[in-house]
């Protein structure tokens, strides 16, 4: 299998009052359609590596190649631009932008992207929204949709410019039991499809699911 | 709806808080309105004042000065030895006529010249007229009436009889309106006046006139020229003005300064003539800059307020489009793009606005006390004051928006989703 992520010697410091070590020398690689879950107590630094990966956070020592792009030293809008077409990322708290439809959230990456044509967007989106069964969903305002609702339709504008790589921190986090199955199962049925899934979560029982768990403990991997 | 994406979230945003977009908006509205509005009326009171001035004034004026050059002295010739110091107070001048000597050539000189219009000679002189036992002032101006209207645009001013009546009657007078009012005096009535020298003449009123300002209208009267030589006592080939109009009016001072130098007396070109008015234009002119300039820059600091405000509330927004790969200059755009329409919407209902006012002003009778001719508010409508307008509140709106649209691209989008 062909690898889509590397880290090389991967170090963060936080040094607002006193310096502090939470990314200690991070080495991995990731294959193409891989599900690994990254695991580990609360405050390990898994969040804090989860955005080095996905290009947001660029303060850091060490390099990160992507789809055999080295990332490190990209300018800000070449980043932009990088993680648009090739991460797809889904937050702990939905977040979709409240003022617009589901529909819209979704097709804003791809238009930002702007490969296809309007309405060849338009209908991509419908098609990601039908996969997460939200496409009745399609027109109503995302700041009014329940939070199980959200985060479908964040997954579905995760999956919408077909990104090499999904990142999710703990995108099962603020869930009810009910919606966390969904999700899970939607995780899942990405995963068989041969999509590159690294998500971080601290639920066991999603972590069983994946193909590798790499748990995490004071910034180091433990296994 | 087929915008490109960071227009539709630039027009989202603006709709989602409309009350907020159209307080911005009004701002703006009401410093392009006000500016409209003073420019307008400000230009329209300039023009007023240049017009009734330039219809009064003659593009150059050259007369005969009074000279208070006292360095040279009859005492001084007497004492004769250059050793002694001469000291003379109180000079006073010796009796010198004050007329322009070799009119004639001077005025034959003008006339050849290619950028003269028309010139006219005059002879003027301060009179009283009786009004029963009270005497009047009053300035004559002795004039050949057909130069002087091709120099003056009497015509229209005519309220009563006809300018060309002079030609005709040697005796006649035609007196500015305020004045025949004061002395009761209408068409055909005889008037008596008298010079400062003491002879008297009796004139028939012709014609009255009205330019508009009392400052005239009071106390001037056209008479012929040889009225005047008769009441003063002259000869026939005295005067002492000679009027210079010019085809083109802004060479008048250049003008003005070749014709000192080559005919030996003063020069006076309609800007020095009327220094006050130019410097009042001016003082209007900066007046309506600095109301104008501070209702945009406080409509500015509105705008600047509430798209700060907008981009704290959107900080989480902001991240989430940066996350999904949203770049800086996106996110200027979009920001930016808001602040143009506010901008481009205020401006334009800015000009609406000020138009109406300005229409409205326009029509409003002008409470005259007598002073100045004026129906209504002198109002001017000139498209390059729109076009000044909406390029003011654009320039404005951008710049207020410029600052925070650059904040809102530099938010760190981990620091935000990091919750
Ligand atoms: N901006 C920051 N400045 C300083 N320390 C931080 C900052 N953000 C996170 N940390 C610290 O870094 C560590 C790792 O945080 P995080 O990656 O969020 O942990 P996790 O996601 O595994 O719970 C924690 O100890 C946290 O307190
Ligand atoms: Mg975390």
Redesign the interface.
């Known amino acids: 299998m062909s690898e889509i992520l590397k880290t090389i010697q991967l170090n963060k410091y936080f040094r607002e009052t006193e310096e502090f070590h939470v990314i200690k020398s991070i080495n991995m690689t990731i294959n193409a359609g891989e599900f690994v879950t990254i695991t580990g107590k609360s405050g390990c630094g898994k969040s804090t590596l989860l955005y080095l990966l996905s290009t947001m956070d660029n303060d850091y020592e060490g390099e990160v190649h992507i789809n055999n792009t080295k990332v490190t030293g990209l300018s800000q809008n070449e980043l932009a631009a990088f993680r648009n077409e090739n991460i797809g990322f889904i937050f702990q708290f939905h977040f979709l932008l409240p003022e617009f439809t589901a529909l819209q959230n979704v097709m804003m990456p791809a238009l930002k992207l702007a490969k296809h044509s309007r309405a060849e967007i338009e209908e991509r989106a419908y098609a990601k929204l039908k996969q997460m069964q939200m496409e009745d969903y399609a027109l109503k305002l995302s700041g009014k949709l329940s939070g199980g609702q959200q985060q479908r339709i964040a997954v579905a504008r995760a999956l919408i410019n077909e990104p090499k790589v999904i990142m999710a921190d703990e995108p099962t986090g603020n869930l009810d039991s009910v919606n966390t199955g969904i999700v899970f199962d939607i995780f899942k049925e990405l995963a068989s499809k041969g999509n590159t899934i690294i998500a971080v979560t601290h639920d066991n029982d999603f972590a069983e699911r994946s193909d590798r768990i790499i748990e995490m403990k004071d910034g180091e991997i433990v296994q | 709806m087929?915008l490109?994406?960071n227009l539709?979230?630039a027009k989202?945003?603006l709709l989602?808080r409309k009350k907020q977009s159209i307080v911005a908006m009004l701002g703006v509205t009401f410093g392009i309105a006000m500016f409209i509005l003073m420019i307008s009326f400000m230009k329209g009171v300039n023009k007023f004042l240049q017009d009734t001035m330039l219809a009064s004034t003659a593009d150059i004026k050259i007369y005969n000065d009074v000279k208070t050059d006292f360095s040279s002295s009859v005492t001084a010739d007497y004492f004769q030895d250059s050793s002694q110091l001469v000291v003379v107070r109180h000079q006073k001048p010796k009796n010198v006529n004050l007329n322009i000597k070799s009119a004639d050539q001077i005025i034959a000189d003008l006339k050849d010249n290619p950028k003269v219009l028309a010139v006219s000679p005059m002879l003027s002189s301060q009179v009283f007229f009786n009004y029963g036992p009270v005497q009047l002032n009053g300035i004559i101006k002795g004039v050949n009436i057909l130069e002087e209207i091709r120099i003056f645009d009497l015509k229209d001013k005519i309220v009563s009889g006809r300018l060309e009546n002079l030609l005709t009657s040697d005796n006649g007078i035609v007196m500015g309106v305020g004045l025949a009012k004061k002395l009761h005096v209408s068409m055909g009535d005889m008037v008596t006046l008298a010079s400062p020298t003491g002879n008297s003449m009796r004139l028939r009123v012709v014609g009255t006139f009205q330019m508009g300002m009392a400052m005239v209208d009071d106390v001037n009267s056209y008479v012929n020229i040889a009225t005047v030589q008769q009441i003063l006592g002259k000869d026939n080939s005295y005067i002492t003005t000679i009027n210079v109009k010019l085809k083109d009016l802004n060479f008048a001072s250049a003008e003005a300064i070749s014709c000192e130098k080559k005919y030996g007396y003063k020069a006076e070109s309609w800007e020095v003539t009327n220094a006050s008015v130019q410097t009042s234009n001016v003082v209007r002119d900066v007046l309506t800059i600095v109301v104008s300039a501070t209702m945009l820059i406080v409509a500015g600091f509105g705008i600047y307020n509430i798209m700060n405000m907008l981009i704290t509330n959107k900080m989480?927004?902001i991240a989430?489009?940066?996350?999904?790969?949203?770049?800086?200059?996106?996110i200027i755009q979009i920001f930016l793009t808001q602040s143009i329409i506010i901008g481009l919407l205020g401006a334009i209902a800015g000009l609406l606005l000020g138009f109406l006012l300005s229409y409205g002003l326009s029509r409003v009778p002008f409470p005259s006390q007598g002073m100045v001719s004026l129906k209504t508010f002198p109002v001017i409508f000139e498209i390059k004051y729109y076009v000044f307008g909406v390029l003011f509140g654009v320039i404005t709106t951008l710049v207020a928006g410029l600052m925070p649209s650059i904040k809102a691209s530099k938010i760190d989008?981990?620091a935000i989703?990091?919750?």
């Open positions: 087929a490109p994406v539709e979230i989202t945003h989602s989480k927004d989430i489009l940066k996350a999904q790969g949203f770049a800086q200059k996106d989008p981990v989703l990091r919750g």
